[in-house]
C-alpha cells in the first residue's frame, strides 16, 4: 500500500494512517482522504479518533462523539442498540486501549464476515452486539438499506477477514 493525502490542509504520513500512538497528533475527529495506489477503488476516508478499549483488526466498531476533555470521538465496540443512528468505522490495524489513529469510515477495505453465504455485491450489516458483518438479508437477494453499511467484494461461506466497500454514510443498527 501507498497512500497519498488528496487534500493538503494536512500533512499526513502512511505511517501515521497505519500506527496508532499513546500521544494525540491531529485534532480528533479529524477525516482525511487519501488515495492508496494498490487498491481498486483508491478513494479512502479515514477518520482520527482515540480508542475506548482494545480495538480488533477489521473488526466493525462505531464512532462515538462525546464532550469529555480529550475525548470528543472515540471508538466503540461493538455495535450496540443503545446508538441506533451510527456512523461504522472499521480499524486496519489493532489498537491498544487509549491509543490514538485512524480508523477506516469509507472505500475499499478488509473487514471480518460472519460464517454464512455472502456473493459479490451483497451489501452488508452489523448486528446489535456484533463484531462482523453479516449479509444484510439473504445472498443474492439481500437489501440495500439504512442499515446497509459496506458492500462484499468476495464470495464465499466462512468467517474470513475479506474485501469489502464500506458505504460511509451513518446507518441504522440492526436488531439482534
Known sequence: MAYKSILNYVSISETDITTPTSTQRYPLGLQVTVEDSGAQDATKVFEYVKSHTT??????????????????????????QTSPIVQVCVPQVGFTSGYYGFVQVQGQATAKVAAETYASGDPGEVLNAGTTFIVNGTSGVALVDNKTAMIYQATGSAAAAIAVFLVGNKVQNAAA
Open 55 to 80: 480495538l480488533v483488526q477489521y473488526q466493525p466498531y462505531v464512532l462515538n462523539y462525546i464532550a469529555t476533555a480529550a475525548s470528543e470521538v472515540v471508538t466503540a465496540a461493538p455495535v450496540t
